[in-house]
Structures are given as C-alpha cells and as structure tokens.
C-alpha cells in the first residue's frame, strides 16, 4: 500500500502586533504634529495681524475689492495683489456687520450668481481640447508613450460643478437641490382655489 506523503504547509507570515502598534504611534505622532505646526503657523499669522496697525480702509479700496471679487478674485488672492489688506483683515470687515465693506462684499456675492450661470453656458458651449499621455510598460523598448488630444469633458465637468455648488449656496431658492421654507408668505391664488375646491361646485 502506497501512502502519500502530506506536504508541510509553510508557515504564513503574519506582521508582529508590536509593529503595527509602532506604526500606529508613528503615524498619530506625524498627524498630531502636523495639525500642530499648521496651528503654530495660523496663530504666527493672529499674532502678526493684532500686533499691527489696522490697515486704513477707504471707500475706494471698498469698491477695488469688490471689483475683483466680481471678478472671480478670491479674497486670499486679493490679499497677495500690492496695496491690499490681509485676508484675516477683510475677513473681520465682513463678518463686521456695520462695517461698509461688508455689504460690498455681500452686493458682489449677488452679482457673482449672475456671473456663474453665464460661466456654465460659456463653459458647456466650449470645447477645451487638451493633451493626454498614455504610458505603456513593457516590450523589447521597454515601454512607450500615446499621446492623445480630445476635449477635456472631465475638466469641464469639475468646472460647472464647482459653480453650481456655489450657486446652491449663494441662490439658494434658485439653485438650491432643497426648496427654501423661510419665505413664510401666503400665496393668494392658491389659497382662493383651494377654498373654491373645498366649497364644492357651485349651486346652479
């Protein structure tokens, strides 16, 4: 009688529990510091702001400023351009209620809806051909390259995506997925048919 012989399985590698915890440790250090040098870094940038003079507002910076935010010129932006006041600055003037900055900041908000929904047209309208390379691995040459020119219709996608995130916030009763309750006001018309229908028809 012939018995087979039963191979030895080999035995499976497992990583050591005292690795992965040293991983883990690593890995929690590196983000704890990292939050932690982009937090020195933000409170450096507070402390720079408060230690100086404020920066002297004038009602042609207002409408300068407006100007680029129309535009399409983001405030951290604006804050780099020669002659402008921080982004922390104009911040604080926005959310200041009664300074006058912040119902610039606001009328140009309103105007930028109307700049989106002419921007989505323009950009659906457009094509925008771009270049795509394609590497291949292997072969006798070791590989090869395609390069390919088409519309960029992925790119186009972000873009008016992008806007019509931004005009779900900025119009919301227009463009917003979830109608708006807060309009609280009744509506005449529906309120007559709706009265009309529940009286029945009327009596000849």
Not at 19 to 41: G, V
Not at 168 to 181: F, I, Q, R, V
């Amino acid at each position: 009688m012939v018995t087979a012989k039963k191979q030895a399985s080999k035995p499976v590698e497992r990583t050591p529990k005292k690795l992965l915890k040293k991983d883990r440790k690593a890995i929690r250090d590196a983000t704890r510091a990292a939050i932690a040098k982009s937090s020195d870094a933000y409170v450096e940038r507070i402390k720079k702001t408060r230690g100086a003079k404020p920066f002297p507002y004038t009602a042609e910076l207002g409408e300068r400023i407006g100007e680029l935010i129309i535009g399409g010129v983001s405030l951290m932006k604006i804050s780099k351009l020669p002659g402008m006041p921080s982004d922390v600055t104009m911040f604080k003037w926005v959310f200041d209620k009664d300074h006058p900055f912040s119902l610039i900041y606001a009328r140009a908000k309103q105007i930028m809806v109307l700049r989106y929904e002419e921007e989505i047209n323009d950009i659906a309208d457009t094509p925008c051909i771009g270049e795509t390379t394609i590497e291949r691995s292997g072969g006798k040459d070791g590989g090869s390259s395609e390069v390919r020119k088409a519309d960029m219709i992925q790119h186009r996608q972000l873009q008016v995506s992008t806007r019509q995130w931004a005009l779900s916030y900025l119009a919301p009763k227009k463009h917003g997925k979830l109608p708006d309750l807060s309009d609280t006001k009744k509506n005449e018309q529906l309120e007559s048919l709706f009265a009309s229908l529940k009286s029945g028809p009327a009596e000849s």
